[in-house]
């Protein structure tokens, strides 16, 4: 009788061994799963940062875009104040000394507001 108590002892030790063996594996293998998933997750996530990033790179394009017409025409009166710089010049040459100073005085005029529109946003 002893000896099947003792049987029934290990029976039960055995059993258990099983079952903390099957629940360890079990839980083994979830965690497999959740790690993928996690790995998974990351790279989703630098995919939303690539795309975040391009976005803002077509966002700023379509500004820089939007602001093409507005940089055209500073471009046409930039050049239009220069040429009107260097017809005060010429005229300076052609008047003389009697109006050098006043055209001279328009000619820096004139080439201010031109470094003004160039450096303007």
Do not use: C
Not at 8 to 23: E, G, M, P, T
Not at 36 to 52: C, F, G, K, P
Not at 87 to 116: F, I, P, Y
């Amino acid at each position: 009788m002893v000896w099947r108590q003792d049987i029934s002892i290990l029976a039960v030790a055995v059993a258990a061994f099983l079952v903390a063996l099957v629940l360890g594996y079990g839980l083994h293998r979830r965690m497999e799963g959740i790690a993928s998933e996690i790995t998974d997750l990351r790279a989703v996530a630098a995919q939303v940062d690539r795309l975040e990033g391009r976005a803002l790179d077509v966002e700023s394009a379509a500004v820089r875009l939007g602001s093409l017409p507005r940089k055209t025409r500073s471009m046409a009166v930039e050049t239009q104040m220069g040429a009107m710089a260097a017809a005060a010049d010429d005229l300076s040459r052609t008047l003389g000394a009697a109006h050098a100073d006043k055209l001279r005085a328009v000619q820096v005029l004139l080439e201010d507001v031109r470094n003004d529109l160039s450096t303007a946003p």
